[in-house]
């Protein structure tokens, strides 16, 4: 089976051709340069620049591939969650053209697809299902951070969420408050390497309450306040590294102790982890640290399946279809909003 897949839930357009498991092309079109003069992504900027990219991603992504539109068996689509105009142009273009391969369409969720990126991975790249075993899974981004009991293939239910800021939005908005370039967090990232994560104590928010909720608004908050009574620190290089080091080890310690926390609880022997924020070199060594030391088989995404990338739709699309599942109607529509059950 041959998948042409289509993601563009933000700000990264992206086409990916799937064979057999095997990750024959993707192809990812940043617009971090665009977005970088706002400190953020615009949504209609976002959009425009998807109408512009993504045919020729497309046919990029055929060509790299050396497969032809005709021997595509089937084309996928993100349909949700994501910006609601940004989903439209590669849910449409998606439909648009299994309509004119006479093809079959599935729609994906694009959370659900993150889960299975940590089975893709060598050179060239594949997917590892015969690996597949019941996981914890932390999903981690810019929009979203949550915890997936995941069960069997295909198979899953949704510990906990972000009740309001997610991990990765919490990394930016502290970065831009110190002046750093966006993409905030990586930038973040890199001088929390020089720092010393201990040299300020920012709260750990629901690390120690039951449940598997996620909270960062408040460590948001803690560190507005704290470079408003230390507005000299930004001028100290030295120290402006220790607070990125101590605002990262805040973050990241709870995001690895409520996931060590949840698979003793689910009593798996895997974790798993995915999303943009899982390219953070902290959470990276401490998340292995922790499940080793609980005995715990850890798989992380590679870094180029971590961020929005059509792979991970394209390989979720094909088990789908080769597990009995059926296309959708071709006028199926985005779902922004649409919640991982």
Known sequence: MTVLAFETSCDETSAAVVQEGRVCSNIVSSQVNI??????????????????????????????????????????????????????????????????????????????????????GGEPPAADFNAFRPNVSLIVSGGHT????????????????????????????????????????????????????????????????????????GLKTSVRYFLRDHPDLLDDGRRLRDLCASVQAAIVDVLVGKTIQ???????????????????????????????????TLRLAEPRFCTDNAAMVGVLAERKLLAGGTSTELDAEIKPSWALA
């Open 146 to 217: 949550m915890l997936v009991h995941v069960q069997a293939e295909r198979q899953h239910r949704v510990l906990g969420s972000t009740m309001d800021d997610a991990a990765g939005e919490c990394f930016d908005k502290v970065a831009k408050l110190i002046g750093l370039p966006y993409p905030g967090g990586p930038a973040l990232d890199r001088l929390a390497t020089e720092g010393n994560p201990k040299a300020f104590d920012f709260p750990r928010p629901m690390l120690n309450e039951p449940g598997d909720d996620f909270s960062f608004s």
């Open 35 to 120: 977005h970088a003069e706002y400190g953020g992504v615009v949504p209609e900027l976002a959009t425009r620049e998807h109408l512009r990219n993504l045919m020729p991603v497309a046919r990029a992504a055929l060509q790299e591939a050396a497969v032809s539109s005709g021997q595509l068996d089937a084309v996928a689509g993100t349909q949700g969650p994501g910006l609601p105009s940004a989903l439209m142009v590669g849910l449409k273009a998606a439909q648009a053209v299994a309509f004119a391969l006479r093809k079959p369409f599935v729609p994906v969720h694009h959370h659900e697809a993150h889960l299975y990126s940590p089975w893709i």
């Open 262 to 296: 949840a698979a003793k609880r689910c009593g798996v022997s895997y974790v798993t982890a995915s999303g943009g924020v899982t390219c953070n070199s902290r959470l990276r060594r401490e998340l292995a640290a922790a499940c080793a030391a609980a005995g715990l």
